[in-house]
Structures are given as structure tokens and as C-alpha cells.
């Protein structure tokens, strides 16, 4: 069974840093892209970021230069550095990892075929 378990998220001021996990297991990602997004109530499913097995990454404008995604891919593991958080950060954020192997690091969020279950993060003004 795949699962992609993200951890990390919790309250934190505005201004303040969160660091997220993606821990995934069943299977390796090491080969494919993996990607970060996050939802809020009224909002759509927005796309954060993601990075490609080579290291290539695309953020969001939304986040960029904010925020950091990293990969250790020995362990499995897909990372998210937030910092200068913002109130309209505030969400549940999701990993998500795509089977076909490809360098492409799309923010369609239907070309990706795992999903977690989400981490609160809040951010408190």
C-alpha cells in the first residue's frame, strides 16, 4: 500500500517559519515528481510546488522566494520550508507524487496519482 504521510504543520504567528514532511512508503518517488498543495475553505486546491527526481522546482508566485521544497530521496522524503508566513498561508497542505516518470513538475493536480491527508498549518495575525 502507498502512503504519503505529510507532518510539520501547526500554529504559528505571521512572520514565523513551519517546516512540512512528506513521508512516503510503499513504493519510491525517488524517480518522480512530487509536489505540495494546499486548500482552504472557500478557496480552490492551490498548487505550492513540487520538484522533479533531478532537482528542478516550480513554486507558485503565490510563495516564491517564501518558500523552499527539498528532497531526500534515501529516505523517501519530500520537505517544505515556509517562512515569512502570511495569514493567507493559512490552509491544510498536501503532498502529492505522480507515477509517470517524467521531469515535467506540473500544477494540473490531476496528472498526480497519490495523495496524503493533509497538515493543518495556521497562521495567526
Known amino acids: 500500500q502507498v502512503l504519503l504521510d505529510e507532518s510539520g504543520g501547526g500554529l504559528v504567528q505571521a512572520g514565523g517559519s513551519l517546516r512540512l514532511s512528506c513521508t512516503a512508503s510503499?513504493?519510491?518517488?525517488?524517480?518522480?515528481?512530487m509536489s505540495w498543495y494546499r486548500h482552504s475553505p472557500g478557496k480552490e486546491r492551490e498548487f505550492v510546488g513540487g520538484?522533479?527526481?533531478?532537482?528542478?522546482?516550480n513554486y507558485a508566485d503565490s510563495v516564491m522566494g517564501r518558500f523552499t521544497i527539498s528532497r531526500d530521496n534515501a529516505k523517501n522524503i519530500m520537505y517544505l520550508e515556509m517562512n515569512s508566513l502570511v495569514v493567507e498561508d493559512t490552509a491544510v497542505y498536501y503532498c502529492a507524487a505522480r507515477v509517470i516518470r517524467s521531469a515535467n513538475v506540473p500544477d494540473d493536480a490531476r496528472l498526480y496519482t497519490y495523495w496524503g491527508h493533509g497538515t493543518q498549518v495556521t497562521v495567526s495575525s
Open positions: 510503499g513504493r519510491s518517488f525517488r524517480n518522480n515528481t
Open positions: 520538484s522533479n527526481w533531478i532537482g528542478d522546482v
